[in-house]
């Protein structure tokens, strides 16, 4: 597989050169200042041949300045210099790391001052866009506990700066995190003042446990209404967002499950299980990590089952619902949930906390996260806690163990720090430990269990907290996924959009050393591919990208390319769907990994992956898209 990939990849780069780097929507986030020469080259080289002319990097003050007044740019320079030689625009952040003299730099202004007067004004002429702290809203970026007003005065003050050095820069906001909300931190710079000090504002939404449709187009408009109320109007960039594919190590996943339902008293050659399909909602169990197929009994029978069906289902036909690896649920469908339990149901809760997200749909059709802690738990009658929830709580685990009853379950070590308990049991209901974590000090908890009601709920709860699998996915998910996102954000009006990262540092196997498109080695990864024909049929320079959602189940995403041909990308949401199509003339349609296709006739089926439909320019007239019910 790699050796076709590398043949695939190395022929995409034949594709014309780069239009002006300054025109492109198309950047990459790599670590090129941190590395060897050779492999700064080697990797700046094959992100511009993929057509991707937009590099983010860290200029990281903690090298450049390690003592005070002791300056060295042999790191950056090059890394700046090569980008600068090849055409490349860069945007720097500002500091990247920070010594640990002047931590925080926002209580430490004197030196912040001296540091970004020497950068920009060494690289005046060479560098025109400066993002102002990467995810300044965490504490380690930002060096203190965050405080949007503190980061509003130093952002103001640097913008004034640098603008004074060079008018012709732009200065963008800090890309936020998404790991915690980042729309009460704008709020707050907002409202302290930081419009008209940035140029750009920034984004970092990862979409790590949805596919991109549900959460980033709601996303984007949340954030452009947000900046309407305070009269901010400059366009939105996306300079960090990503898939890790790290190995899943779903061993102990399977083995758990396996074991559970087994006391249950399923066998697997006559186990049938239900998977969520609801296209409304746009969930699904089997979505962008963790899947049934992972864990599941090998022989057992996948059903698909849309929230309204699950009303109906009868737990005798089918009497296993896996909800999907993730902690994010729409709440208003939880009653269908509690309605199976009391009905006699199974679930199963593959890793993670349950409902600790709330998944609320809004006019538009589309989702905000709210985070809502333990809200929705206990008429499921299960209960956790945390060292975030029980002081004393430990962090860190000695080692995990299969409970008494299950002595020949075996397990491998994984890191969990999220722990069962049985307080929200009712009347007959009983909590079976099927593994426990151990830490010093004597302590002991579950981190999977098996919960059987015999309550006002009937059914059972089989339920693992750990991470496992829960942010990563397959390879080929990545590669269908990236230009999901991309065409996505476009078609929602951002500006530029960065992916993180262009090559995989693979030093572990969590799912930080994952990210990137490109395996350490340099070997593609079918995202690489992916990405180089996203440029391939939609280069810089033709018309916007105007995104539609078709029926329930899919997306479509139009433009025309700068020599007049029309190109329509197509694919389904969470599951294949069956289109129909008529209108415009199709020449030719291509995969998202750059293969030709079959012309669609009147009616065919569209995966999770886009294909590319192509009109010559000669072709006239609208191409018309519908769901077939």
Request: charged fraction near 25%; aromatic fraction near 12%; charge should be neutral.
């Amino acid at each position: 597989m790699k050796t076709v990939l590398h043949l695939i990849f190395a022929a995409l780069f034949l594709a014309p050169a780069l239009a002006a780097a300054a025109a492109t929507p198309y950047g990459m986030a790599a670590h090129l200042s941190r590395m060897s020469q050779p492999e700064m080259i080697r990797e700046l080289e094959g992100m511009l041949k993929s057509g991707y002319g937009f590099i983010r990097f860290d200029a990281d003050w903690g090298a450049i300045e390690r003592e005070p007044g002791k300056w060295d740019y042999s790191r950056l320079d090059p890394a700046i210099d090569a980008c600068v030689k090849r055409g490349a625009e860069v945007l720097l952040i500002l500091p990247g790391t920070i010594p640990s003299h002047a931590r925080p730099p926002f209580r430490n202004r004197d030196k912040w001052r001296k540091f970004v007067e020497r950068t920009v004004l060494r690289y005046k002429g060479k560098v025109r866009y400066y993002e102002i702290f990467n995810e300044v809203d965490c504490a380690g970026p930002w060096g203190d506990t965050p405080s949007a007003e503190n980061y509003t005065e130093l952002l103001r003050e640097t913008y004034a700066q640098i603008k004074k050095i060079d008018p012709d820069s732009t200065v963008l906001f800090s890309g936020l995190s998404d790991f915690n909300d980042p729309f009460p931190f704008w709020e707050r710079a907002f409202r302290a003042g930081a419009g008209g000090s940035f140029d750009g504002i920034n984004m970092h939404p990862y979409q790590m446990k949805n596919f991109p449709e549900s959460r980033l187009i709601r996303q984007i408009a949340r954030l452009r209404a947000l900046m309407k109320e305070y009269r901010i109007d400059v366009p939105i960039w996306i300079t960090e967002f990503g898939n890790s594919t790290s190995p899943f190590r779903e061993g102990f996943t399977r083995a758990v499950v396996e074991a559970g339902l087994k006391k249950l008293g399923f066998k697997p050659e006559t186990l049938k299980y239900a998977v969520i399909v609801d296209d409304e909602m746009m969930f699904y169990t089997d979505g962008v990590n963790l899947r049934t197929s992972d864990y599941m009994p090998a022989g057992a029978t996948r059903c698909e089952v849309s929230f309204a069906g699950l009303e109906t289902l009868s737990p005798d036909e089918c009497p296993v619902l896996a909800l999907p690896g993730s902690e994010e649920f729409p709440g208003v469908k939880l009653p269908s949930i509690l309605n199976w339990l009391r009905r006699g149901g199974t679930v199963i809760l593959p890793n993670s906390l349950p409902f600790y997200f709330d998944l609320v749909q809004r006019e538009d059709g589309y989702f905000d996260r709210i985070q809502v802690n333990k809200k929705y738990i206990e008429p499921f009658h299960i209960d956790w806690f945390a060292f975030w929830t029980r002081p004393g709580t430990p962090q860190l685990l000695r080692k995990i163990v299969p409970a008494p009853e299950f002595p020949d379950l075996k397990i491998r070590q994984v890191d969990s720090i999220r722990f069962i308990s049985n307080a929200n049991c009712r009347g007959n209901d009983r909590m079976i430990p099927l593994v426990y974590a151990q830490a010093e000090g004597g302590f002991q908890a579950p981190i999977a269990a098996l919960f059987c009601f015999d309550s006002d709920l009937k059914g059972n709860f089989l339920w693992l907290t750990n991470n496992q699998g829960s942010v990563s996915c397959s390879e080929s998910l990545q590669a269908a996924l990236f230009v999901r996102h991309y065409l996505v954000a476009l078609g929602c009006g951002v500006q530029h959009v960065f992916y993180y990262r262009y090559r995989a540092g693979e030093n572990d196997k969590g799912p930080e050393a994952h990210y990137g498109i490109l395996h350490q080695d340099f070997s593609p990864k079918p995202a690489a591919v992916a990405a180089a024909e996203l440029t391939r049929r939609n280069p810089p320079g033709g018309t916007p990208v105007k995104l539609e959602r078709i029926g329930r189940g899919a997306f479509r995403a139009d433009w025309k390319r700068p020599d007049g041909t029309s190109v329509c990308a197509v694919w389904a949401i969470g599951h294949p769907v069956q289109l129909k199509w008529s209108g415009r003339k199709i020449d030719k349609a291509i995969s998202h990994l750059g293969k030709a296709v079959p012309v669609p006739e009147s009616s065919f089926t569209i995966d999770i992956a886009p294909v590319y439909l192509e009109s010559l320019p000669g072709e006239t007239g609208e191409l018309f898209l519908a769901e077939v019910k």
